[in-house]
Structure formats: C-alpha cells, structure tokens
C-alpha cells in the first residue's frame, strides 16, 4: 500500500460514490480533499493542476494523479488485494466490468450534472424536462441491467456472486441517484433492489453514502 | 484462444472500432454478425436475446456474452496476450485505463446516436442544435485530454509508450468522428493528432475504420 493516499471529493458526486464503497470495503484511510462541484471548486486553477479533466473523484497516490472512478477501483484492487473487488478469470471479470460500464458509460453520463447544465442553460430545458430526460436514461440503463443480471446464474447475493465487487460499487450509487434525486420507482427492477438491500447491510456501502461526508450540506 | 469468438459489430459505431483495432492488433478473425444501428437492428427481439443492453459491440466467446468494448477489449488482452494491449504495472494500467474511460465515458456516450435521436425527437432539436451538442462535448474532452497527454512524459509515440494499447483504441475512433461527422478542427489537440498518425502508420488502425468494413453503406 502506498505511504501517501489522497481523494479529491464530492459528497453528492456519483462516481465519488463508487470510490468511496471501495476504499470502505477495503478499509482504506485516504486524506480526503472537498471538491465542491455546485460552487464550481472543480474550475478553479488549483484543481485544474490536480485533474485537468475537471471530474471527481480524483486519487493521488504515490504522486500518481488517477482520474475515473473505474480505473481508481481497479487500481485499489492492485495495490490492496483484499477483499478483492474484481473475480479471478477472463470470463468473470469481463462480466463484471461489463455491469460497471453498463452504468459508468451508459447511464451516469448522459445524467450527470455538467450535461443537465447545459441542456437547462444552452437549450432551454425547463424543470420537467430535465427530470425526463433523467428518468429516461436511467431507465433505460437500469432495466437493461436488470435482464442481464436476472436472467444469470453468476449473479448471487451481489451482481457476481456472493461477496461486492466493483460493479455493485457502480450500481447503488446509480440506484441511489434513481431514487433520492430523480424519484424513480425501480419496482421494475427487482433484483437490481435485492442486490441494493444486500449491499446495505454492509457498513461500507452505508458509509459512503452522500449524506454520511464530512462534506455534505 | 477460445474456438469460437464471433463479433457484432456495426461499421459506424466508434465503440465498435475500438473492438475492431483490438482484434486487428492481436490478429485475431472472429466470424462478423452486422448489426444495422440506423436501421434499428439492435432493437430485434433476436439482437435482445444476444445482448439485452441492445448496444454494439458484443463479443461472444466460447458461449458467454460480453457487451462494453472495454470489458471487451481487456478480455482479448487476457485471452490472446500478445501483442499486450495494457502495460504492466498498477499505475500504468490505471493511466491507460483513464485515457480509455476520458473517451468511453466521458465525450462518447453524451454525443451517441440515441442522445441525438432523443434530442431531436423529443426535445425538437434542429440540425445546428445537435453539431454543437457534439462539438461541445467532444471539444470539452478532447482538450482535457490533450492537457492530460501533453504534459507526461508516460506519453510516447502512442498514448501509453511506444506501442499501441487501449488508450489508443478508444482514442483514435473518437478522432475519426470529430473529424468526418462533426468537421471539427483538431489543430488545438497536437499530441493527439500526432498519435493519430503514428497510428494510422499501422494497418490494424487502417483496417478498423468505418468505410473499410464489408457492411459499409
């Protein structure tokens, strides 16, 4: 592990959200810095120099600036190997990284903040609209996921198998985003829920929630 | 290497050229399914059946399905390891897996065909509306990219050292589309630009675009 570990952060940031379960479940102590998004911290020159991409989450590690949640929990996995958030095999970590791109790409861009900015400032989208367009991706995404993890005897307790791994650490940030900022209801998706309700009973998904940062407001 | 690998694919997806450049790289010659996204092929009850998530590509390999061409791409990497299309190491890995995200998550799928669909259809975008959605997110990215390329000295004659790995399969589609979709002027992005002609000095990249695939229209 390395000497120094430090996140760059937002309480609300979906893809912070991820980082955090996976830094929790693998009993990670990271120096956290507050990026605040709303307030447009990430724009300011400072930030720049830590991530010119502008996004959180950012990590520093051994003075190695990683940005992108996906390859920020692949990279934990790496230098903490336990618990492991990714399976042995080709097969199954294919089928995994599938799961948390089904969300990472699929869903959670097309919904997230900056986009949403822009369809309300550049195309005049009002209120409703915005939530549509919300619900509609979101939508979409989630009952794609729930038929491919349904109808899959690798999913278990969690999206593959019995223990969490990186593509439950995408999925109940995203479900969360479904339900406390878009009211959605997910009863469609029943087993995506299941997986939602295991996952809770495990402290470190319960205290990387939103409302549980030092940063929230 | 596994006796089946059959490959659904679509000439214009840039996700798709991504899998193509992967496959051209390691020599590898799945049997093609084309998959007609503008004629809503992928939305065929037997396309569903294949992959739920009804997007392109989808890789199937010795009987298991895999959708997301990075899920895809690092399966191949495992499968067939030569030549590597991700370095060694922990931080390499997570830089080249940054870049591969900056394009997959971050300008791609808000730029997509159904974001543009959705767009036009529901929120009576016109033609002007839609080319500088595109040519702002895609700009948007590829300057923080070319920040990202530009001041590391990880960066050689591709995105990660000397040869190409999945960075460079995300990153070179993404160009492609800027240029003969969006007529976007690249000439702010130098270091991308130079990797893409380094790029295109190897026939795995030439083979891969949109106009040279049989189902090209």
């Known amino acids: 592990m390395p000497a120094d570990l430090a996140l760059y952060t937002y309480f609300r940031s979906s893809a912070a959200f991820r980082v955090r379960i996976a830094l929790n479940l693998k009993g990670l102590k990271p120096e956290m810095h507050f990026v605040h998004l709303r307030k447009n911290a990430h724009h300011s020159d400072a930030y720049k120099r830590v991530n010119p991409l502008r996004l959180v989450p950012t990590l520093v590690s051994d003075s190695q600036t990683i940005g992108q949640s996906l390859a920020i929990i692949e990279y934990l996995d790496a230098i903490a190997p336990q618990p492991p958030l990714m399976p042995e095999g080709a097969k199954a970590k294919a089928r995994v990284r599938e799961i948390?791109?089904?969300?990472?790409?699929?869903i959670h861009p097309i919904a997230n903040l900056?986009?949403?900015q822009y369809l309300k400032n550049k195309m005049g989208a009002g209120e409703e609209a915005?939530?549509?367009?919300q619900r509609h991706w979101i939508g979409e995404g989630l009952a794609a996921l729930e038929q491919l993890l349904?109808?899959?005897p690798a999913t278990g307790k969690f999206c593959h198998g019995d223990t969490p791994t990186m593509a439950?650490?995408?999925l109940i940030p995203?479900?969360?985003?479904?339900?406390?900022?878009?009211d959605m209801d997910l009863s469609p998706y029943p087993t995506l829920l299941r997986?939602?309700?295991?996952a809770y009973k495990l402290p470190a998904f319960v205290a990387a929630r939103p409302e549980n940062?030092?940063?929230?407001?």
Chains 1, 2 share one sequence.
């Open 195 to 198: 997986i939602e309700e295991a």
């Open 130 to 133: 915005l939530l549509e367009w």
């Open 213 to 217: 940062q030092p940063d929230a407001d």
């Open 100 to 106: 948390a791109l089904g969300v990472a790409c699929d």
């Open 168 to 170: 439950d650490a995408c």
């Open 174 to 182: 995203q479900l969360y985003n479904a339900k406390h900022r878009v």
């Open 150 to 152: 349904a109808n899959d």
């Open 114 to 116: 900056r986009v949403l």
